[in-house]
């Protein structure tokens, strides 16, 4: 009772008008304007027409703060996000906050530059007390996850995953969509493949690859070209399809990891006066807005972000409210978009 009070007092302060003057104004109980106030609870269209005609009238905002003490839950959830400059996890962090505050759940945002300082970011979101941690592009070390679940905070892993943590996970099914590669370049009568790879340790890049190399193999290939673009960057890919398409035995079809790394070697094979997709297929992964535009019209492997993004956080509400449930991994399929930078069968 004293906790109900102290939230009243703290609402009166700060707006001048509590739920109980809300209450008796607009002539429903205090139980009512809470529900008004409170995502996704129920309460009929009249009831909420007039708690918010007397809130209005009164000036009553509710003190979230308040709220989150009596509740211990904060209503925020914490985005680690490592490579702002990619417009694909951009797109993954708008989709996230859009359908997190519809859920009435607000995002905090915090910057990692490598995997290694996630382990430093973390401690900070655990500090504000967010309800739970959703991770893109990052792994988790097997420590950190376990203090994580030790402070009742679930942690999503988005198109990552690390085995033998506590950490869920809802990743694209990379190895299906790079063996959908490998079959459309080989059914479009390619011989001489190659790979650019992203980030050595990354579970996405070992899916792809392996995924990629692996159908290969099924279909009487043995031999085939890696190179390393090291990170996800449109440099990265200009400089290892150089050092391919410079061989004397360059490759006549290139699956990249990434879109970003797909448009450099693209835009390497013009300078070079490769003819694409004539002598040189092309293909990407990720299906970034500039994929489509005129000038690359990159064929690339669509990621579905929106599935993806609901998916986690359908997992992360789960995980919320059932602290003790079994860790989840979840795989999304993919589809491959045709257009014109790649010479592919018709399967």
């Known amino acids: 009772m004293a906790q109900k009070d102290k939230s009243s007092t703290d609402e009166t302060r700060l707006s001048g008008a509590s739920q109980i003057d809300v209450a008796r104004l607009a002539g429903v109980s205090q139980a009512a304007v809470s529900r008004t106030f409170t995502p996704g609870a129920s309460v009929s269209a009249d009831t909420r027409a007039k708690v918010l005609a007397a809130a209005q009238q009164l000036g009553y905002r509710p003190n979230v703060i308040a709220r989150s003490l009596i509740k211990h839950s904060t209503n925020i959830i914490g985005i680690v996000i490592v490579r702002f400059w990619n417009p694909f996890y951009w797109r993954v962090f708008k989709e996230f906050t859009q359908k997190l505050q519809d859920l009435g759940y607000w995002t905090l945002l915090l910057n990692a ?20 941690i959703i991770i893109t592009s990052a792994t988790l070390s097997s420590r950190m996850a376990d203090e994580c679940v030790r402070t009742g905070t679930p942690v999503i892993l988005f198109n990552r995953y690390v085995l033998g943590t506590r950490a869920h996970a809802v990743c694209c099914d990379n190895v299906s969509a790079a063996r959908m590669v490998a079959d459309a370049l080989l059914d479009g009568g390619h011989e001489r493949l190659a790979y650019i790879a992203g980030e050595a340790g990354s579970s996405t890049n070992r899916d792809r690859e392996q995924g990629f190399t692996q159908r290969l193999q099924e279909r009487g290939y043995t031999s085939w070209l890696c190179e390393s673009g090291n990170e996800y960057t449109y440099e990265s890919g200009y400089a290892a399809a150089k050092r391919l398409l410079q061989r004397d035995d ?69 995980a919320i409210e059932t602290p003790d449930i079994e860790t989840v991994m979840k795989w999304i399929p993919a589809e491959l978009v045709k257009r014109t930078s790649a010479r592919l069968g018709d399967r």
């Open 250 to 318: 360059p490759p006549d079809a290139i699956f990249c990891f990434s879109d970003l790394i797909a448009m450099g070697t693209l835009d390497l094979a013009r300078e070079l006066g490769v003819k694409v997709p004539e002598d040189l297929s092309i293909i990407g992964f990720d299906d970034i807005a500039m994929a489509g535009w005129p000038s690359y019209s990159l064929t690339t492997v669509r990621q579905p972000i929106g599935r993806m993004v609901d998916t986690a956080i359908e997992t992360l509400m789960t």
């Open 113 to 132: 530059s490598h995997d290694q300082e996630v382990e430093d970011t973390l401690p900070m979101a655990l500090q504000y007390q967010v309800d739970g």
